[in-house]
Structures are given as structure tokens and as C-alpha cells.
Nanobody, 117 residues
Framework: QVQLVESGGGLVQPGGSLRLSCAPT????????MGWYRQAPGKQRELVAT???????NYGDSVKDRFTISRDFVKNTVYLQMNSLKSEDTAVYYC???????????WGQGTQVTVSS
């Protein structure tokens, strides 16, 4: 298990933007993939975006035209730029970290994103 530090959540109006960041603790942690999943009240956790070490990216269908995932390999940090936020984006966003393709992933504690007027 890897400890993950998340930041960037908050309350924004519809159409607004937020940027989430996530980084593992320690200086020698290498990730096969990192990204975010989210879970809204009463719903199952769903894919938001992931990026593996080869640069391959997967987006959830509901966010692919509005969110952008990126990674700073020097800082070993992954970011999620969220634009044109909608009320349905309201959820707890969980950072996901997988050390290898076969590893059980680690999860951040979650950061709340609330989109409301």
C-alpha cells in the first residue's frame, strides 16, 4: 500500500473549474498507472481518468470532453484539470495508484468536489 496525498477539491459553480492533484508519499515510488475515480451519493464508484506509465489515457465517457489528466514525472504527481463542471460531477474523487500492472491499487482518502449554485 502506498499513501497518497490529494488536494484541490472544493465548491464551485456550474461551468467553473478545479484542478486536483495527487502524489504518493516517499521519494522512490514508481507508478504503473495513476488517476481518479469518483463516487457520488447513492452511486457506484466510476472511472474518471487514468494514465499509465506509457502515457495511455482512459477517460470516463461523461468527462472525456471536459477533463484533462496530466502527470509531472519529476514530481511524481498526477493532475486532473476539470473544466465546465456540472452538478452531476459532484462526488468524492479518489486518487488511484497502481505500482505494477498486476498490483492491487492504493487509494487516496478522497477529496470532495461539489458543483452547485
Amino acid at each position: 500500500q502506498v499513501q497518497l496525498v490529494e488536494s484541490g477539491g472544493g465548491l464551485v459553480q456550474p461551468g467553473g473549474s478545479l484542478r486536483l492533484s495527487c502524489a504518493p508519499t516517499g521519494s522512490d515510488v514508481s507508478a504503473y498507472s495513476m488517476g481518479w475515480y469518483r463516487q457520488a451519493p447513492g452511486k457506484q464508484r466510476e472511472l474518471v481518468a487514468t494514465m499509465n506509465k506509457g502515457g495511455n489515457i482512459n477517460y470516463g465517457d461523461s468527462v472525456k470532453d471536459r477533463f484533462t489528466i496530466s502527470r509531472d514525472f519529476v514530481k511524481n504527481t498526477v493532475y486532473l484539470q476539470m473544466n465546465s463542471l456540472k452538478s452531476e460531477d459532484t462526488a468524492v474523487y479518489y486518487c488511484n495508484f497502481r505500482a505494477t500492472a498486476w498490483a492491487v491499487p492504493s487509494w487516496g482518502q478522497g477529496t470532495q468536489v461539489t458543483v452547485s449554485s
